[in-house]
């Protein structure tokens, strides 16, 4: 079935890039969404890509996916403490399926 | 902007009881869906609806568990005897069309004792 993988956490300084990593498996995924989730909130969608684009730029927000490798990644620009959250990767072929989750820290 | 609204945001229960958690989608979405978070876990799909009836629905949306839309805003979800493992964060989602991403509500905290 299909997977979706993520690492667990991240810990950036404030002002500078985070990089969040994702992999997958299902080929046939047709969208690969980047999802929020603050603590003791719901999922608030970031920004999606369709499996035919290889960049997404979203103001501070760039997606960048690798369809041969099946890698996806956000990159948040001047990260600031408000982007501390948990991001979660999802794919959809079907239905969407998410990634472990990766805790950002954004260290002031 | 438009949202998922989902209630309560907290539902305590007895092991054994019958729960009902509401939902109600974006007022244009057609495509309804069930997630579940156990704390510290990923997020599992449960069932998707489409047209009054599931679409799909994994392992885990066993005989216990049901769906339904009772008037043209709620969705809902039901468990019928609830166990310890069923404790999670429940989400609802909606989407305008199949292939359109999913928007969540804030989810319904569901806690069996």
């Known amino acids: 079935g299909e997977d979706v993988e993520q690492s667990l956490f991240l810990s950036v300084r404030e002002g500078d890039s985070s990089v969040i990593n994702c992999t997958y498996t299902d080929s046939s995924s047709t969208y690969l969404y980047w999802y929020k989730q603050e603590p003791g909130a719901g999922l608030q969608l970031l920004t999606y890509?369709?499996?035919?684009?290889d960049m997404k730029q979203d103001q501070r927000l760039t997606v960048l996916l690798n369809k041969k490798d099946k890698h996806l990644s956000l990159r948040i620009a001047d990260t600031q403490t408000g982007d501390s959250a948990i991001y979660f990767c999802a794919d959809y072929y079907q239905k969407v399926t998410f990634g472990t989750g990766t805790k950002l820290q954004v260290i002031p | 902007e438009p949202e998922v609204t989902q209630t309560p945001s907290h539902q305590v229960t007895q092991m054994g009881q019958e729960v009902i958690l509401r939902c109600v989608p974006i007022s244009n979405h057609l495509y309804f869906y069930w997630y579940r978070q156990i704390l510290g876990q990923k997020v599992e799909f449960l069932v998707s609806?489409?047209?009054?009836?599931?679409?799909?629905k994994s392992e885990i949306f066993d005989d216990q568990f049901s769906v339904e839309r009772p008037d043209g805003s709620n969705f809902t979800l039901k468990i019928r005897s609830t166990k310890l493992e069923d404790s999670a964060m429940y989400f609802c989602?909606?989407?305008?069309?199949?292939?359109?991403?999913?928007?969540f509500g804030n989810g319904t905290r569901l806690t069996v004792t």
């Open positions: 609806f489409y047209n009054n009836e599931i679409s799909e």
């Open positions: 989602a909606s989407s305008d069309n199949r292939n359109s991403p999913l928007h």
């Open positions: 890509i369709f499996s035919n684009m």
